[in-house]
């Protein structure tokens, strides 16, 4: 089932039970009582439509024959009909005369009030509800969240935030049901679970959808060795487009796999393993824009509860660790679904029945705090009403967003929005990429690509370039001061400097990169070694490149290497080139410190006589006040 598999029960059916097992029916009328039962062989396999017409008739024999009413309001909602089904709930109650049954009445009136955003009719019933209640805690637990729903959403009538929420193309949601979108750092890749027909158990699978000339194109299957005759949706993929992490629904049950792509290729999928899997159902995953940490869903035991979300890391050696309970206050005793973490890696969106809302599923924002869960946030409407809301991915930048809602029972549409200022995340994420290449050759090279913290001295994420197409992506994940390092066996290594702690960068940035091999007089520039003015004592922030520049030198130990320091043309040139030779010389001293032979390392003071622009801006001035690195 949709809801089940992927969507989940947006609630339980708590008031029925009792009800329909009661001992004894209120009407004698044999052919009421015929017809009534006839119509029960439908409504448990789903044939609504002639449960509907008997239990039509077993009123039609008696009008104050309860049971049929009740039973015929839940097949009406169970059929997703609630405007219809809260009409017979009302005339079955006319009929209800012990509190016994009138509670049911009531629990049901208002969740359906409730689920089509009549609150204060909601509000009314609950409270009927819970004054007759006082044993069944898991009812009661129920009428209590939706009883806070229904006053949130009393308090929020009318609320509009700035969402201007818009269906994507008929081109795209060209299938009875798409949902479950996931997006590719660069926004140019949407990709989402197709189902193929509404019926319960039509086949479903992974499609994709290009971003060209300002349109989404039309979707087409992602890989023959992705979709198969099993059930494949619910899909992640990291920030460059190359790590996919999905769900497959089988024979077993429901667990999660991944693949890489090499070129334009899929990799045959392997299941993530048992630190992820379990005999429960898993689905649902959402992978952080550095593909080493995991959010999923699962139902297993050791939850808050209901469904859960649950996290995994990666280890040193690739691995994904015991997956966790991600616990309060994400979690709730109800159901939490579709984790989407933001490429910042400090935002997670999901959805929940649990906390104040519209009703039904609504989509909800925490951010991490020194490592810590925030309390969430609901998104606010138009964006969140009394439907159901869910699978929420928001693009690097924080500004637009892309989720799936239901349209009638057993159909759904993918839709995008914009996110008004309020509720964008204070860390957006920008984008890096563009082409690793040999730079004598100038053919593609897979390389390991890497971005530390400058100022926490820290590994924040690690790629690599495609071997096929040479070709990275990296997210820089909010404001602070960055340094990308690019390695390979037998090339120099190569450094870039993104310094965002003051204003975030919008606009992706392309950057190929050209590795040199390690040859006699090739030169790197070492972009992340800082000096105060006219100081040459280095910044700690430079330790970074520093230790890498050591990790280099100890992997290639018959290389000796001159370090030369350089400045713009501002001031005396004496004066510069004595500053540029100390710099060069507390490099020196920090490298031998490190374990590096005196006798690999010389180092010399250009001052301003190389420049490597012209001297005519401060941007130009800035890339000509630098420490190189040559191979001697």
């Not at 969430?376 to 809301?389: F, H, I, V, W």
């Not at 929420?392 to 549409?413: I, L, P, Q």
């Not at 180092?603 to 191979?631: C, H, L, M």
Request: aromatic letters at 10%.
């Amino acid at each position: 089932m949709f809801k089940k598999e992927f969507l989940l029960a947006a609630a339980l059916v708590l008031y029925s039970t009792a009800h329909l097992l009661a001992q004894k029916l209120s009407t004698k009328n044999k052919k009421a009582i015929e017809l009534y039962t006839d119509a029960d062989n439908y409504r448990v396999r789903g044939q609504f439509d002639q449960a509907i017409k008997l239990l039509k008739q077993a009123i039609d024999k008696d009008k104050k024959f309860e049971e049929a009413y009740y039973r015929l309001a839940l097949v009406y909602k169970n059929s997703g009909d609630r405007k219809t089904a809260i009409d017979i709930f009302e005339k079955g109650l006319t009929v209800a005369t012990t509190p016994v049954t009138q509670k049911n009445y009531y629990g049901n009136l208002g969740e359906n009030y409730l689920r089509t955003g009549q609150y204060q009719k909601a509000k009314i019933n609950l409270d009927k509800f819970l004054a007759i209640e006082k044993s069944d805690k898991i009812k009661i637990d129920h009428a209590l969240v939706w009883s806070t729903q229904a006053e949130f959403g009393l308090a929020h009538s009318g609320e509009n935030l700035g969402y201007q929420v818009k269906a994507l193309s008929d081109m795209v949601n060209k299938h009875p049901m798409q949902y479950f979108p996931s997006i590719s750092a660069d926004g140019k890749e949407l990709i989402f679970t197709v189902r193929y027909g509404r019926a319960h158990d039509d086949n479903e699978d992974i499609f994709r959808s290009e971003y060209k000339n300002g349109l989404w194109q039309e979707p087409v299957s992602l890989s023959n060795v992705i979709n198969t005759d099993y059930r494949e949706g619910a899909c992640s993929i990291s920030a460059d487009g190359r790590h996919l992490i999905f769900t497959i629904c089988g024979p077993r049950g429901c667990d999660l796999y991944e693949s890489k792509k090499v070129g334009e290729d899929w990799r045959k999928p392997t299941s993530l393993g048992a630190n992820v899997n379990s005999s429960g159902w898993e689905a649902q995953p959402a992978i952080s824009a550095d593909g080493n940490e995991l959010y999923f869903v699962s139902d297993r035991r050791g939850g808050v509860g209901g469904y859960d979300i649950w996290y995994s890391k990666k280890d040193s050696t690739g691995e994904w660790t015991k997956a966790v309970n991600v616990g309060k206050p994400i979690n709730t005793k109800f159901d939490e679904i579709a984790p989407y973490i933001h490429v910042n890696n400090k935002n997670l969106y999901y959805a929940s029945t649990g906390l104040p809302g519209f009703g039904g599923f609504d989509i909800y924002v925490s951010e991490k705090i020194k490592n810590e869960w925030g309390d969430p946030k609901n998104m606010g409407a138009p964006l969140n009403d009394y439907e159901d809301q869910y699978s929420f991915v928001v693009t690097s930048d924080g500004a637009n967003a892309f989720y799936s809602r239901e349209e009638g029972r057993m159909r759904s549409k993918l839709y995008e929005t914009n996110i008004p200022k309020e509720m964008q995340v204070q860390s957006r994420g920008n984008v890096v990429a563009g082409m690793v290449t040999n730079g004598q050759t100038h053919t593609p090279l897979r390389a390991l690509v890497e971005l530390f913290d400058l100022k926490l001295n820290q590994k924040i994420s690690v790629f690599s370039s495609d071997s096929v197409s040479g070709k990275y992506l990296i997210v820089i994940p909010g404001k602070s001061e960055y340094a990308l390092h690019v390695t390979e066996p037998g090339y120099l290594f190569y450094s870039l400097h993104f310094n965002y702690e003051e204003k975030d960068q919008d606009q992706p940035i392309s950057i190929d990169i050209a590795l040199q091999p390690i040859l006699k007089n090739a030169v790197t520039v070492l972009n992340n070694i800082f000096f105060e003015t006219d100081k040459f004592e280095i910044n700690p922030k430079s330790f970074t490149e520093l230790d890498e520049v050591v990790k280099f030198l100890k992997l290639n130990p018959a290389i000796k290497v001159e370090i030369s320091g350089h400045t713009d043309n501002v001031g005396n040139e004496n004066y510069n080139r004595q500053l540029s030779q100390k710099r060069a010389q507390s490099v020196i001293s920090y490298l031998t410190s490190k374990g590096i032979p005196v006798a690999r390392l010389s180092q010399i003071g250009y001052g301003s006589k190389k420049p490597i622009k012209p001297n005519d801006t401060e941007v130009n001035r800035q890339a000509n006040r630098r420490i190189e690195f040559r191979v001697e």
